[in-house]
């Protein structure tokens, strides 16, 4: 089958279909995207790939292609929080990619990206409040607990005071603008200055720490026993998320001490192949450099039935609650 002109490369592609070989049955794929690691499922030999994505544009995107695969290929609008109620069923395998695609951040009016100027929008799904309407809301304090708690951004305040200032916003370079303007000039080789800011924004927006959390329960739910989990995740606090949700479905999350003894675990429901996440080799980065920052991990499911997960312990960023009364 001829391969789509499509030049947005899913990272990770050969590493994740070794680690998750042989590749059989349904599998559904929670950030269908561009759809390069849903071909590459059904080119592999699954059955059938159930592909859901919250952005309604991503589909119209590929109607050139998505008939070529008929019945094997499965669209549905959703977020992957829900897959196991939109699938249906019990799947043989997961296929989660986080965060936002190479294909948005191209859109400029889609305004995900602080390189291209567009509407201060960073909504996947095109509906509920926009970037700008959040920005321009919200209190000094709320922002800076964003910046700093989803981007890790120590100039959090900093930042936070120079946007209620400028406000009202609702451009992209404006808002890049004027984070910029408070920190300081990069260094050769280092990242964009609003580059954490508009990461911890976006995140925001999208409730995205809530959904991964939701989408990896759900994800455990879907999994037939001896399915197959595989998420690839681009900044650290998404991949210390998935690497601990793993490790405490695995019995890995840490022993106690004689002081602590451990607490009575349950059942594992997964087991987990390599402890390490798996990075790009350096063919695949010298070919595709947005995989610098991508991280692979695998899991593998068990008869064990599915549990709830302690977002505290699994270390989900959350924005400080505020107090009440008289500041």
Same mark, same amino acid.
């Given at each position: ?6 030049? &947005? ?9 070794? %680690? ?71 799947? /043989?395998?997961?296929?989660? /990619? ?13 305004? *995900?990206? *602080? ?19 959040? @920005? ?20 959090? $305040? ?33 990242? &964009? ?15 995205? *720490?809530?959904? @991964?959390?939701?989408?990896?329960? !759900? ?10 989990? %595989? ?14 949700? @793993?490790?405490? $479905? ?18 594992? !429901? *997964? ?11 350096? /063919? ?9 920052? %991508? ?28 107090? $009440?009364?008289?500041?």
């Amino acid at each position: 089958m001829a391969a789509p002109k499509n030049p &947005h490369l899913p990272v990770l592609l050969t590493p994740l279909l070794a %680690a998750v070989a042989p590749v059989s049955g349904v599998w559904v794929d929670g950030t269908f995207g561009a759809g390069g690691y849903t071909r590459a499922l059904l080119d592999a030999g699954a059955e059938r790939v159930i592909a859901i994505d919250r952005d309604p544009a991503v589909f119209e995107m590929a109607r050139a292609w998505a008939g070529d695969y008929g019945a094997r290929l499965q669209l549905e609008r959703g977020e992957f929080a829900d897959l196991d109620r939109i699938a249906g069923g019990q799947v /043989d395998g997961v296929v989660l /990619d986080l965060g936002v695609s190479s294909m948005q951040l191209d859109q400029a009016q889609r305004g *995900f990206s *602080f390189l291209r100027d567009g509407p201060l929008d960073m909504r996947m799904a095109q509906d509920g409040p926009s970037a700008a309407d959040l @920005l321009n809301e919200a209190d000094e304090a709320t922002l800076a607990d964003v910046l700093y708690h989803y981007g890790e951004e120590r100039a959090a $305040r900093r930042i936070a005071r120079a946007i209620i200032a400028a406000r009202p916003l609702s451009r992209t370079l404006e808002l890049a603008e004027i984070v910029a303007a408070v920190l300081p000039r990069p260094k050769p080789g280092q990242s &964009h200055p609003a580059t954490r800011s508009f990461q911890a924004i976006r995140i925001w927006v999208n409730d995205e *720490f809530g959904q @991964l959390l939701a989408g990896l329960e !759900s994800a455990e739910r879907a999994l037939r026993p001896g399915g197959k989990l %595989a998420v690839v995740s681009f900044h650290s606090l998404e991949d210390r998320i998935v690497k601990r949700f @793993l490790q405490s $479905r695995s019995g890995r999350m840490g022993g106690g001490s004689r002081h602590a003894p451990a607490a009575d675990c349950p059942e594992p !429901s *997964f087991t987990v192949p390599t402890r390490r996440a798996i990075a790009a080799g350096e /063919d695949e980065l010298a070919e595709n450099p947005r995989a610098r920052s %991508a991280f692979l991990r695998v899991g593998i499911r068990t008869e064990a039935p599915p549990g709830a997960a302690d977002a505290g312990a699994l270390g989900l960023p959350r924005l400080p609650e505020k107090k $009440r009364g008289r500041r």
